[in-house]
């Protein structure tokens, strides 16, 4: 059981009866996330929701203006109902407990295979509306730490990468071939057009299912960028589990509605996805680094062994426009190094830890 500090707790009550009219009955902790943000469950006798606390307050304020600014534009995102004169702490509406995750790791039946496919259907149309229609008129200077997915947050990720994840394992590296290769590949990325609203974690865990529908949390950390990352956040998502052919499906119904939109989107895509998936794995790979081989956060070290299998698949079936040789070489080699095969040995051993 989490506790909540008197402070904060008393303030989520405040908030609460504030926005319901209602005397909190029950004020609960909710199971840490991948943030660090404190998350709590307050019913009241009629009208329950999501209380947040968070230190951070220009990442307070990115969640919470986008939250309004996507609500205006028709996209199921949280309401929010209340905010705390500093803008530390916040309501939220609730969409419950059952995040896309949780449904795609279910083994007893459910879903369907025809409702899964339903609902990664859905979850791919709405990705975007949310990404074109969202960006009409959206206030940028909430967008926090940088407005744009440009050069340097590129190579914020993959430095990210390299200390959080190579440099760990102690696979052997060029250091200057691969920040050359870093440089040339961030280069690259760079030329696509950025005028879409990039989520910049839209994954499996971010995507709560409510009536069979999907809804969309935790895009604070969204700026401008270029939409195939966002595709590549979902359709690469680690422990999600889905197969190559389910990745084209759903890449290929993902390109229809934003074909929609601009008929050059598509051609965009086909030109720059296979480069946005493999920097959403090494920025994907450094969290699990530093969440899981640093602070020893077991989901974190359970994300690993499944992504060495995608990353596999992409150095196998993907090839890369700009010259990466260092770069390509340790990614290729990556899954198959001795340091990494005893890491995910020890992971696979204890499974049910956390």
């Given at each position: 059981?989490?506790?909540?500090?008197?402070?904060?707790?008393?303030?989520?009550?405040?908030?609460?009866?504030?926005?319901?009219?209602?005397?909190?009955?029950?004020?609960?902790?909710?199971?840490?996330?991948?943030?660090?943000?404190?998350?709590?469950?307050?019913?009241?006798?009629?009208?329950?929701?999501?209380?947040?606390?968070?230190?951070?307050?220009?990442?307070?304020?990115?969640?919470?203006?986008?939250?309004?600014?996507?609500?205006?534009?028709?996209?199921?995102?949280?309401?929010?109902?209340?905010?705390?004169?500093?803008?530390?702490?916040?309501?939220?509406?609730?969409?419950?407990?059952?995040?896309?995750?949780?449904?795609?790791?279910?083994?007893?039946?459910?879903?369907?295979?025809?409702?899964?496919?339903?609902?990664?259907?859905?979850?791919?149309?709405?990705?975007?509306?949310?990404?074109?229609?969202?960006?009409?008129?959206?206030?940028?200077?909430?967008?926090?730490?940088?407005?744009?997915?440009?050069?340097?947050?590129?190579?914020?990720?993959?430095?990210?990468?390299?200390?959080?994840?190579?440099?760990?394992?102690?696979?052997?590296?060029?250091?200057?071939?691969?920040?050359?290769?870093?440089?040339?590949?961030?280069?690259?990325?760079?030329?696509?057009?950025?005028?879409?609203?990039?989520?910049?974690?839209?994954?499996?865990?971010?995507?709560?299912?409510?009536?069979?529908?999907?809804?969309?949390?935790?895009?604070?950390?969204?700026?401008?960028?270029?939409?195939?990352?966002?595709?590549?956040?979902?359709?690469?998502?680690?422990?999600?589990?889905?197969?190559?052919?389910?990745?084209?499906?759903?890449?290929?119904?993902?390109?229809?509605?934003?074909?929609?939109?601009?008929?050059?989107?598509?051609?965009?895509?086909?030109?720059?996805?296979?480069?946005?998936?493999?920097?959403?794995?090494?920025?994907?790979?450094?969290?699990?680094?530093?969440?899981?081989?640093?602070?020893?956060?077991?989901?974190?070290?359970?994300?690993?062994?499944?992504?060495m299998i995608n990353l596999s698949w992409v150095t196998d079936n993907y090839t890369m426009v700009p010259e990466i040789p260092e770069l390509w070489r340790v990614l290729s080699e990556l899954p198959h190094f001795k340091g990494m095969?005893?890491?995910?040995?020890?992971?696979?051993?204890?499974?049910?830890?956390?």
């Amino acid at each position: 059981m989490i506790a909540i500090d008197e402070p904060i707790r008393a303030e989520f009550a405040r908030l609460f009866e504030e926005w319901s009219g209602e005397k909190p009955q029950a004020i609960s902790a909710l199971p840490e996330s991948g943030s660090y943000r404190l998350y709590a469950r307050i019913n009241g006798v009629s009208k329950h929701a999501v209380a947040v606390h968070y230190t951070d307050l220009k990442e307070n304020l990115a969640f919470i203006g986008f939250a309004r600014h996507f609500r205006e534009s028709g996209i199921p995102v949280p309401e929010i109902f209340n905010v705390s004169a500093d803008s530390l702490c916040y309501l939220q509406e609730d969409f419950g407990d059952h995040d896309l995750f949780e449904i795609l790791q279910h083994s007893d039946g459910y879903p369907s295979p025809e409702l899964r496919t339903e609902l990664l259907t859905k979850v791919v149309e709405w990705l975007p509306k949310i990404q074109i229609e969202g960006h009409k008129n959206l206030n940028y200077d909430l967008a926090y730490p940088r407005k744009v997915f440009d050069k340097q947050s590129m190579l914020w990720d993959l430095n990210y990468f390299k200390y959080n994840f190579l440099k760990l394992v102690r696979i052997s590296f060029d250091e200057q071939a691969l920040e050359d290769d870093f440089h040339t590949f961030t280069s690259f990325l760079a030329t696509a057009p950025q005028n879409a609203f990039l989520y910049r974690d839209f994954q499996s865990r971010n995507i709560m299912i409510r009536d069979n529908q999907p809804c969309f949390i935790d895009f604070q950390g969204g700026r401008m960028g270029f939409p195939a990352y966002d595709l590549a956040s979902l359709l690469f998502d680690a422990k999600a589990g889905l197969s190559p052919d389910e990745r084209t499906s759903l890449y290929n119904a993902y390109q229809k509605v934003i074909g929609l939109y601009d008929p050059e989107w598509p051609l965009l895509m086909d030109k720059y996805f296979p480069a946005f998936v493999l920097i959403r794995k090494m920025q994907a790979l450094g969290a699990f680094g530093f969440r899981g081989l640093i602070e020893n956060k077991r989901g974190f070290l359970q994300s690993i062994p499944p992504a060495m299998i995608n990353l596999s698949w992409v150095t196998d079936n993907y090839t890369m426009v700009p010259e990466i040789p260092e770069l390509w070489r340790v990614l290729s080699e990556l899954p198959h190094f001795k340091g990494m095969k005893r890491i995910i040995a020890d992971i696979l051993k204890h499974p049910d830890e956390k």
